[in-house]
């Protein structure tokens, strides 16, 4: 493991010394592990929008399942009113 010197305002380091105490750990140890913490929670992030980016896209309507059983209309059938002709 590495050593690493960090500047922060005191009020910040203090609040970590509280929290790294509570939990009974040294300073050094309590905030390598909320890195590897934040690290892990980013990854899972990138992992899960890679997984949903990857997946195909919704069907289109007219390939959606629809519960009553009937196809979906498609685009042109809505849009053919003589009105618009």
Known sequence: M?????T???????RAR???ARRNQSLSRFLGELLKEKFAQ???YER???AFLSRPPWPLPEEAPRADGRRWPRRE???DRKCLK
């Open 77 to 79: 059938e809505l849009y």
């Open 8 to 14: 922060a305002e005191e009020e910040i380091l203090q």
């Open 42 to 44: 980013e990854d899972e």
């Open 2 to 6: 590495a050593n690493v010197t960090i």
């Open 48 to 50: 899960a929008m890679n």
């Open 18 to 20: 509280v929290e790294a």
